[in-house]
């Protein structure tokens, strides 16, 4: 099977995707208040704690209870609805002894009712098989509220392709 043209379809996507989000942001007049923003960097940061944690019903609780609420992890696998959502988090959480995620860097952008963001965190992680590494993964979400709070709607994860590895990714 050609791996190739679906990694170009998505990366074709991709790109689309941030070129779609750079113009809205410059055709947003609006600003978020500073108060959306601090509470959009505390649904980020409960996050990174339910990271730490390892903690799938704490990420199953930051999703909205929509029925169309999903995840997209790192590898390209859509999950939907907040129950499989927990579920595949837990047996993600299963493979590692140990996580840590650093938010490098997001941009809020104000998007109907809700907000788009897109960002980057370095997670620091050891698998229960020994091995340590550094992940650097790149996300965009949808959050809105919901019965008062901030939740992600949406959330999909990608990890770059790393230079070295770009031609393997294309057999």
């Known amino acids: 099977m050609n791996s190739f043209r679906p990694i170009s379809r998505f990366t074709l996507a991709l790109v689309l995707y941030a070129c779609w989000l750079h113009s809205l942001h410059a055709q947003t007049n609006t600003t978020l208040d500073q108060k959306i923003i601090a ?6 940061q409960r996050l ?3 990271h730490a944690l390892k903690d799938a019903a704490l990420v199953e609780s930051l999703f909205s209870e929509s029925s169309g609420a999903f995840f997209i ?3 390209g696998d859509p999950t939907k609805g907040r129950s499989n959502i927990r579920r ?3 047996a993600w959480f299963d493979t590692l002894e140990t996580i840590r995620g650093d938010i490098q860097d997001v941009s809020y952008i104000p998007a109907g009712e809700g907000v788009i963001a897109v960002g980057t ?3 620091t992680r050891k698998l229960r098989n020994g091995t340590a590494d550094r992940k650097t993964v790149i996300w965009t ?8 709070r901030w939740v992600y709607l949406f959330r999909h994860a990608q990890w770059p392709l790393e230079p070295h590895n770009s031609a393997a990714a294309h057999k």
Request: proline share 4%; net charge negative.
């Open 39 to 44: 509470a959009n960097r505390e649904l980020d």
């Open 141 to 148: 979400d949808y959050r809105q509220i919901e019965k008062g």
């Open 88 to 90: 595949e988090w837990a």
């Open 121 to 123: 965190v370095i997670y």
């Open 48 to 50: 990174m704690d339910a």
């Open 73 to 75: 992890d790192p590898t």
